[in-house]
């Protein structure tokens, strides 16, 4: 196991509803990415924090934001949530932006 | 922006039977990460690979980057029930290592 813990595992929600996902990142790891991933698609990059700062985005709108926290876990909140937003949610942690990342479990959303 | 080509995108194998997938980069890669899926779970790492010729194992997996940096493949040998899963590549896009591009995925099953 890596250590990466991620909330709640699954997630049912319905069409303009909002979400929060959270990440507990590795000990001593100070940086989280999130990634979508639809079903028999990779990963697709949403956004970075690094020392409670966004350090990159991907192309994804606005109504997906995201926090980071002093002991360095995270939020990934989805506004107005559609039918596409149905994925995994998979959120990882490294020492820092350049190491090797380390994913959790994932949170599965369903929009309905 | 890079695109990773992965190869086969499913592979049906009979337990101790070897097995090799591809992955294809559009650019070159600056770092080329393994990892492994198991359905609808959070990505296992398996290996890093930076260099030109660079070539990794552990336990009967090996993974080796072309000198020209463009393409990686993974060889089991050997295979097991619990190499059956989902393989992806990820490539890091620039020198900063993140944050990752991912190919589609390769599913496999290994048969008794």
């Known amino acids: 196991e890596t250590g990466v813990t991620q909330s709640p595992t699954h997630l049912i929600k319905t069409r303009g509803q909002q979400v929060t996902l959270r990440c507990s990142s590795q000990?001593?790891?100070?940086?989280v990415s999130w990634y979508q991933q639809a079903l028999g698609q990779g990963p697709q990059f949403i956004f970075q924090y690094y020392r409670e700062e966004e350090n990159g985005r991907g192309n994804f709108p606005p109504r997906f934001s995201g926090l980071q926290f002093p002991n360095y876990s995270s939020e990934l909140n989805v506004n107005a949530l559609e039918l596409d937003d149905s994925a995994l949610y998979l959120c990882?942690?490294?020492?820092?932006?350049?190491?090797?990342?380390?994913f959790g479990p994932g949170t599965r959303l369903l929009v309905l | 922006s890079q695109e990773l080509e992965q190869s086969p995108q499913s592979l049906i194998v009979q337990e101790g039977k070897n097995l090799t997938i591809n992955c294809t980069s559009s650019k070159t890669l600056y770092g080329l990460y393994w990892y492994k899926q198991k359905y609808g779970e959070g990505l296992i790492f398996l290996m890093m690979l930076q260099k030109g010729g660079e070539e990794k194992s552990h336990e009967k997996i090996t993974a080796k980057l072309d000198e020209k940096k463009q393409q990686s493949s993974l060889h089991i040998t050997a295979s097991q029930p619990s190499h059956a899963g989902i393989y992806l590549c990820g490539a890091a896009p620039n020198s900063g290592n993140t944050p990752l591009v991912f190919g589609k995925g390769t599913r496999l099953s290994v048969i008794a």
């Open positions: 990882a942690s490294s020492s820092f932006f350049g190491e090797t990342q380390y």
């Open positions: 000990s001593g790891h100070n940086t």
